[in-house]
Structures are given as structure tokens and as C-alpha cells.
């Protein structure tokens, strides 16, 4: 509870002031995936090639031979088929054809058969055609290996994990201070209330957050947080003290709240003291002569203890305990200039 006790002796020194501004994070752009060969395009390329240069070395051939139609609309005669073939083979290729040499494997497929009685010369065209897919299919296939990977991803949300509810609400709470350690106050709020969300006995993230709220100058959102803690265990004095401080600087007494604790607040002489000066605003002094005394039970040497009992003592008209009171104050040495002139005034007085 050293965070809460912080807050309660801090509270009146301090203005709230604010959490730093939440600050945007640096954005780091994502590489793009290294692109792939192009191998499709490649091969595509390779069969455009092929199919013009075979069709330009054919269009020679019929020019030399003086055919006019091209053996794929016109079927040849089994009996010039020899004749051709053979034409085929003396004709010397041009040396300026880039590309004979890929095209002339299909057109020796293409010949006829040497026994013209049983199968017919297929057309070259369709030879070339069927050609071009064995080459795509290598392309193809490669192609694949290239895709962008997955298994990274899959790395970083292993399958099957899951989180209990302790676990759940220990990671908000450690977003929370990831965020505020870069100055995010209101995303690590945000994180702090999902974990109580989560896990509401989450301690560490009731009190971080009740501390945040404090200083964003939000005392309702606080005095929420509060009032949910202490409903689920009101075994804790510090955060009553708190929530009753926040209380009476919002106008209310504050009482309540102190008293559903008090049970569990058993020789805490802090306790009993901020019940005694709560007691006191009300004008419920025998009640806060009462606490007092308890308190200095612990601390007999805290001067300020015993000048608020000699105040309420004064006011129950029990003035020979009172001149004691404002005595013990005085002696005590704890008080500040202007308590110990106070203490001062009040002893003449007295002394009239």
C-alpha cells in the first residue's frame, strides 16, 4: 500500500497535475517481399519467339518451293509428299533467320511417315503449338516457390495457447507500464482498466490506476475505482482513507467510509486519527476525543494528535483536559510555526 500512503500524504502539496501527453509512436514502415524471377513471363516469351520464327521460316519455305497454300489448310498429296520432304532437305536455311534451328526439330515431327498407305503428314502449325507447353511447364511450376512466406506470422501466434484469467489481467497491467514508461497516460489507462476488467482484485492495477486518475485531475473516475475496490474487500484501510480524503474534498463527510473499515483497521493510529479529524468537521467530538486517544495510543509524541483532541475536548467543555492537551502539543516539538503559535494563543487564552 506504500502507493496509496504516498497519494494520501502527498495529496495536499501536490496540485494533480497532469501525466505527460501522450506521444505518437514512431512508425516504422514494413519492407516489401523481394520480388520473384519472372519465370512465366520468360517462358512466354521464349514460345512468342519460337512461333514467329517458325512461322517466318516456313513462309521462306513455301516461297522457295512455290506452294501457295500452307500445309495446314491445304492437305498434301500422299504422293508429292516424298517430293517435299525432299525439297525440305536440299533448300539450305538463310543465314539470316535468327531462328531456324529451334523450329526445324518440329518440322522434321511434322514429315509424313515413310509408309504414306497408313497415316497422313500432320500440319506443322499445330506441332509448333503443342511444342510450347513443355516448355511452360517447368515455369509453372517454379513460379509457386516464390510466394511470400507465411510461417513468420504463424510463429508469433502459436495455435493452442491460452491465457487464464491471472495471466490475462498481468499482461494489461504490463501494457500499462510499457505505455506509460513512452508517456501514453491515457492508453495505459485504458490497459489498466481492461485488466481490472479482467481480474477486479488485480491490486497492482487498481492502485496504478487510481493514482493515474488522481493526477489526470479525475477524482469521480477515482473515487469509483475506489468505492469497486472496497466493495470486494474492505480490509483495506489505506484505500478508504483515501477514497473518504477524496470525499471530503468533494463535500461529502466521508464518514461511511472510514466506518466500514474501522474493523479491520486495528491499531493503526493513522487510521484512527484521519476518523477522529473527519469526526471532528461534523461536530461529532466526543466520537473524535475517542479515535484520538486510540491514535496516541501508538504515537504519544505526535503533537498535532494531541492538539486536535484538545480542540474537540475544548469543544465538549472539558477545559482542564484540554489545557493538558494544548500542553503535550506544545511539548511535543512536531508542530509547525503556525500550529505552535495556534497552541500558543489558545494556552492564554485559558490562562485569562
Not at 103 to 109: G, I, L, S
Not at 322 to 350: C, M, N, T
Amino acid at each position: 500500500m506504500s502507493l496509496i500512503n504516498k497519494m494520501l500524504q502527498d495529496l495536499d502539496a501536490r496540485g494533480g497535475q497532469p501525466g505527460l501527453a501522450a506521444g505518437a509512436p514512431e512508425i516504422k514502415p514494413v519492407a516489401p517481399p523481394e520480388p520473384s524471377f519472372p519465370w512465366l513471363r520468360v517462358a512466354l516469351a521464349a514460345t512468342l519467339v519460337a512461333v514467329l520464327g517458325g512461322s517466318g521460316y516456313l513462309a521462306w519455305r513455301l516461297k522457295q518451293g512455290s506452294v501457295a497454300p500452307p500445309p495446314a489448310e491445304v492437305p498434301l498429296d500422299l504422293s508429292k509428299a516424298p517430293a517435299q520432304a525432299s525439297v525440305a532437305q536440299e533448300v539450305p536455311a538463310p543465314p539470316a533467320a535468327p531462328a531456324p534451328a529451334p523450329v526445324e526439330p518440329a518440322v522434321a515431327e511434322a514429315a509424313p511417315d515413310p509408309e504414306p498407305e497408313k497415316t497422313e503428314p500432320k500440319p506443322v502449325e499445330p506441332k509448333v503449338a503443342a511444342a510450347a507447353p513443355k516448355r511452360e511447364a517447368p515455369a509453372l511450376k517454379r513460379a509457386p516457390a516464390k510466394a511470400v512466406p507465411k510461417p513468420a506470422l504463424a510463429a508469433k501466434t502459436p495455435a493452442g495457447k491460452v491465457e487464464t484469467t491471472a495471466q490475462r489481467s498481468e499482461n494489461a497491467y504490463r501494457r500499462a507500464l510499457a505505455s506509460l514508461e513512452d508517456g501514453r497516460v491515457t492508453e495505459a489507462i485504458g490497459h489498466l482498466e481492461a485488466a481490472l476488467r479482467v481480474d477486479p482484485r488485480h491490486e497492482a492495477s487498481r492502485q496504478t490506476l487510481v493514482s493515474l486518475l488522481i493526477e489526470a485531475r479525475r477524482p469521480e473516475e477515482a473515487i469509483r475505482q475506489l468505492g469497486a475496490a472496497l466493495a470486494l474487500d474492505p480490509r483495506q484501510p489505506a484505500m478508504a482513507m483515501l477514497l473518504a480524503r477524496l470525499q471530503l474534498e468533494r463535500g461529502s463527510p466521508g464518514i461511511d467510509t472510514l466506518m466500514r473499515t474501522l474493523p479491520y483497521a486495528a491499531g493503526n493510529g493513522e487510521y484512527h486519527a484521519f476518523l477522529a479529524g473527519a469526526l471532528q468537521r461534523e461536530q461529532r467530538h466526543r466520537e473524535a476525543v475517542e479515535h484520538y486517544q486510540q491514535a496516541l495510543r501508538t504515537a504519544p509524541q505526535n503533537g498535532v494528535w494531541w492538539m486536535g483532541m484538545a480542540i474537540s475536548l475544548q469543544a465538549e467543555q472539558r477545559t482542564p483536559e484540554a489545557i493538558v492537551a494544548y500542553r503535550k502539543a506544545r511539548d511535543s516539538g512536531a508542530l509547525s510555526p503556525e500550529l505552535l503559535g495556534f497552541v500558543d494563543r489558545k494556552l492564554k487564552q485559558f490562562a485569562q
